[in-house]
């Protein structure tokens, strides 16, 4: 049996206490098998960025638990975080892509993605050439030399997926990826992480409220007042 890329059971954030806590997540629960791409929608305020934050260990959250592969990450019951180094968590178990590609201009588009792999401590040449691979992967090893502001948004946009699977994090989190893309470029975008889902097993989670992407997931978790309720999607292809 495989386990779980992702799961969490009962997940609570209360920020803040007394008479001014708000309670964003009320009980989370989610599971996401390997290669697996789901989208989290739900209206501003429900509680998507609380869940994303408390998934990439930028935030800690007040209660329940939270496993990647198969490994208890946080556990409300058992004093909250169950590993020291959350640095190297985000590193290297999770790849974070945003609605803004957010690429560094003066880097040219391979160092762009090398450095991640730098910075986990990969020396340049590899980094240099996993880069490259993966900018082939993702259509754009015709751009590998070009500064960043030569590209257009969707070409920015496939370098931000290239550099979120550069340390191939079993997961994934995608915040709003397609948002400044015409509807082409989106179903671009999500054909490209499935794709790679598929191809490295990532289990990518894509918080959207983009109509336009919403008939490509299998499967969906709606997010209301902190809850989540899931819902089998039309999982329609590109
Ligand atoms: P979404 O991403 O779906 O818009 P959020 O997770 O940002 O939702 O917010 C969920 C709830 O938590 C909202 O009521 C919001 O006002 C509240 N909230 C978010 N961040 C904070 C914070 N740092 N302090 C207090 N309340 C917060």
Known sequence: MTLPAIHIEGLTKRYGSGD??????KGVDMSIAPGEVVGLVGPSGSGKSTLLKCLGAVIEPTGGRMQLGGQNIYDGSASG??????????????????????LIPFLDVTDNVALSLMLAGKGNGIARQRALELLQALD????????VSELSGGEQQRVAIARALAN????????EPTAPLDSERA???????????QQYQTAIIVVTHDE?????FRRIYHIRDGKTYEEAGEGRTI
């Not at 975080?81 to 957010?102: E, K, N, T």
């Not at 754009?140 to 500064?147: D, E, I, L, P």
């Not at 191939?168 to 915040?175: C, E, H």
């Open 212 to 216: 336009k992407i919403i008939p490509t």
């Open 20 to 25: 001014t806590a708000v309670d964003a997540l």
């Open 168 to 175: 191939q994090p079993p997961v994934i989190l995608a915040d």
């Open 81 to 102: 975080w169950q590993i020291d180094d959350l640095r190297a968590l985000r590193r290297d178990r999770i790849g974070f892509v945003f609605q803004a590609p957010y």
């Open 187 to 197: 179903l671009t975008v999500m054909h490209i992480l499935n794709q790679m889902a």
């Open 140 to 147: 754009v090893a015709h751009r590998a030399g070009a500064a």
